[in-house]
C-alpha cells in the first residue's frame, strides 16, 4: 500500500497536459465489440481503470494491442468466445456493465455480474435492463448474474430513460446500432463522452443524430467496420487542475483540453476571481492573488456542474472569502472527503445533499484518508494549499483516474511524492 505525502503552501506554476479522458476511454473500448474488425484509439489515458477494462475485454476474446508510448491501443474483437464478464473484475469497476449492450447485440446473449453498491451510493441499473427488455432482450436475474438474451436480435424502439444516466445512454447506443430499425433514446444523457462515443460509433458506420441533445436516435445497421478514432480530453482532469491552481493561488497552463468542456464550472470559477483565458492550446488559470469568493454549486447532468467535480470544487471553497453552499444531486453518498477536510481545519456542515463551507484561512496539513477517486484527489489539492505535511491513506483510488498525478504536479513545484507505507 502506498500513500501520498505532499508539503503544502507552494503557488503551482508552469503547464500541465491534460490526458484522454477515463469516461469517454472505457465505452470506446467496449464499442470494440460491436464488429470483428480493429478499433484503433489515440490519446488512451494510462490509467487502472483501463487496465481493468482491458482484462475484461481479453478474457471475452478481444485481441488487445497497446502502444503506451503512442496512447494507442488497438482492439480486435473477430471472435467473442465468452459472454461472461466475471464478478472478479466487474466488482473492481462498474463500468464492466458497458459490455452487456454491445455483446448482446453482436452476440445475442450475455452474462453480465451484477454491479453492487459503491462507495458514492447505491448506483442501480435498472434503467440499462428495462432499455435493452424494450429492444427486445429477456432479461433474468440469477445467482448475481444479469442474464441477457435475444436470439433472434434486437429491434428498435422508443426508449424513455425515467433519470438522465450517462452509462444507460452509452450502453443502449450502442445496442441500438446493430438492433433491427429505428430507436430513439428519450432524455437522454448530453455529456461530451456520448458525443465521443457517438462520432466513433459513427466513424464505425453507425447512423446516429442528436448526440449531445436530449433524443438520440439511431438507425440500426447488420454490421459495423473498425475505424480510429482519437479520445476526447479529460474534463474533469482539466477542471481538476484548475482548481488546483486556483487553491494553490498559482498559474498554470492547461493543454490538449479546452474550456468548452466544463462550462459550468469554468463560470463558477471565475465567479470566484479565478482568471481563466483560452490559448491555442487550452487555457490558462491564474490567481491575482486576491482573495477566492464563495460561490454556491450545485451538482446536476452535463451542461450543469459534474459530479466528479464536486469534491475538489469543495476543497477550493474551504479558503474562500465568505461561504458556499455544495448541493449534490446526482450521488447520495458523496461527501465522504468532509470529514476529512474537516481533519485539515475546514469549516464544513453537511444538511442532508447540501453542505454548507464556511470560507478559513488556512488549511493545515494531516494524515488523511482517501474513500474514492474524486475524494482522493480533492485531498491531494487540499493537501496542496495547507500548511504543513499531508499524508493521504488509500490512493490507489487515485490511480483509477489520474495519470501520473504526482508527476503532473510536481512538474509545477508542488512538493508531493508517493512512499511506501
Ligand atoms: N441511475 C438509476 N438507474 C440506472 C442508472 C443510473 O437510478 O439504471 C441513477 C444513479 O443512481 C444516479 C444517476 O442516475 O443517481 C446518474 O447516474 P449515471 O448512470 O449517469 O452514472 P454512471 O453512468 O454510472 C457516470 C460516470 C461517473 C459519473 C456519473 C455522473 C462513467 C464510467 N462513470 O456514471 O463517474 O459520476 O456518470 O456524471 O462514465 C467518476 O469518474 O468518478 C465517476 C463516478
Redesign the pocket.
Given at each position: 500500500m502506498h500513500q501520498i505525502k505532499i508539503m503544502g503552501g507552494v503557488p503551482l506554476k508552469g503547464e500541465i497536459a491534460i490526458s484522454g479522458a477515463?469516461?469517454a476511454a472505457?465505452?470506446l473500448m467496449t464499442a470494440a465489440l460491436l464488429t470483428d474488425e480493429p478499433l484503433i484509439l489515440t490519446n488512451m489515458p494510462h490509467l487502472a481503470?483501463i487496465t481493468s477494462m482491458e482484462a475484461l475485454l481479453d478474457q471475452h476474446g478481444v485481441h488487445l494491442s497497446n502502444d503506451l508510448n503512442q496512447k494507442t491501443l488497438t482492439l480486435t474483437a473477430n471472435t467473442i468466445h465468452n459472454t461472461t464478464a466475471p464478478y472478479d473484475i466487474v466488482r473492481k469497476m462498474?463500468?464492466s456493465?458497458?459490455v452487456l449492450g454491445p455483446l448482446v447485440a453482436r452476440c445475442g446473449q450475455a452474462q453480465v455480474s451484477l454491479p453492487g453498491g459503491?462507495a458514492?451510493?447505491?448506483?442501480?441499473?435498472?434503467?440499462?435492463?428495462?432499455g435493452l427488455r424494450d429492444l427486445g432482450a429477456e432479461i433474468d436475474l440469477l445467482d448475481g448474474y444479469i442474464h441477457a438474451k435475444a436470439p433472434k436480435g434486437l429491434v428498435g424502439t422508443t426508449i424513455t430513460m425515467?433519470?438522465?444516466?450517462?452509462?444507460?445512454?452509452?450502453n443502449l447506443m450502442m445496442a441500438a446500432c446493430l438492433a433491427k430499425g429505428e430507436t430513439r433514446l428519450i432524455n437522454a444523457?448530453r455529456?461530451p463522452?456520448i458525443i465521443d462515443l457517438a462520432t466513433c460509433l459513427m466513424a464505425m458506420g453507425a447512423d446516429i443524430v442528436g448526440a449531445g441533445t436530449d433524443t438520440i436516435i439511431i438507425q440500426g445497421t447488420k454490421r459495423l467496420h473498425g475505424a480510429t478514432h482519437r479520445v476526447i480530453p479529460d474534463r474533469?482532469e482539466t477542471g481538476t487542475y484548475a482548481m488546483a491552481a486556483a487553491i494553490t493561488k498559482g498559474s498554470i497552463h492547461l493543454t490538449n483540453t479546452s474550456l468548452d468542456l466544463i462550462p459550468t464550472a469554468s463560470a463558477q470559477l471565475q465567479r470566484a476571481g479565478i482568471t481563466l483565458t483560452p490559448t491555442d492550446q487550452g487555457f490558462q488559470v491564474s490567481t491575482s492573488g486576491d482573495d477566492i469568493h464563495g460561490v454556491d454549486v450545485m451538482t446536476e447532468?452535463?451542461p450543469g456542474f459534474?459530479?466528479?467535480l464536486q469534491a475538489q470544487m469543495m476543497a477550493l471553497m474551504t479558503i474562500c472569502r465568505g461561504a458556499s453552499l455544495v448541493t449534490e444531486?446526482?450521488?447520495?453518498n458523496r461527501f465522504m472527503h468532509v470529514p476529512e477536510l474537516c481533519r485539515m481545519g475546514a469549516n464544513i456542515t453537511v444538511h442532508g445533499s447540501s453542505a454548507l463551507v464556511r470560507g478559513i484561512d488556512t488549511l493545515r496539513g494531516a494524515p488523511v484518508m482517501a474513500t474514492?477517486?474524486?475524494a482522493s484527489v480533492c485531498l491531494v489539492l487540499a493537501g496542496l494549499a495547507a500548511v504543513g505535511e499531508t499524508l493521504i491513506n488509500r490512493v490507489y483510488h487515485l490511480d483509477?483516474?489520474y495519470e501520473r498525478v504526482e508527476d503532473k504536479l510536481r512538474g509545477c513545484g508542488a512538493r508531493i511524492e508517493r512512499i511506501a507505507e
Open positions: 477515463k469516461n472505457l465505452p481503470d462498474r463500468a456493465i458497458l459503491c458514492i451510493g447505491v448506483r442501480p441499473i435498472d434503467i440499462h435492463l428495462s425515467p433519470i438522465i444516466s450517462v452509462t444507460a445512454t452509452e444523457a455529456e463522452e474533469i447532468p452535463f459534474a459530479t466528479d444531486t446526482i450521488w447520495e474514492d477517486l474524486r483509477r483516474g
